[in-house]
């Protein structure tokens, strides 16, 4: 799910194998760090919980990763987790669109 958001938000862009292994690993550790799970805490970003408005969702049998989000909102979590660290660890000019 990390790389599958990674590769849509950086389709214009040259990141490098490098640091997209960089990107990836450390939006890996900090959604296991938010779901309670062993983690790298030096990988960890702090980011803001996700807010799900669908637990009605979960009462009807909807398993999800993250207790007390559905899957929709766990995955609308992981992209914002995935672009936040993107903001972070890339240059701005670096994310400009070569035309």
């Not at 389709?11 to 450390?26: P, Q």
């Not at 007390?68 to 987790?81: A, I, L």
């Not at 660290?85 to 035309?99: A, S």
Request: proline share 4%; net charge positive; hydrophobic share 35%.
């Amino acid at each position: 799910m990390v790389k599958s958001h990674l590769k849509s938000l950086s389709v214009d862009m040259d990141l490098g194998y490098n640091t997209f292994k960089e990107i990836a690993r450390s939006s890996t550790h900090t959604i296991l760090a938010a779901c309670g799970l062993e983690h790298r805490k030096g990988e960890v970003y702090e980011v803001q919980p996700p807010v799900c408005l669908h637990g009605e969702g979960l009462a009807n049998g909807l398993s999800s990763l993250m207790k007390g989000c559905c899957p929709s909102c766990f995955d609308s979590f992981v992209k914002d987790v995935v672009r936040t660290i993107m903001d972070i660890r890339v240059p701005q000019w670096l994310g400009f669109r070569n035309f």
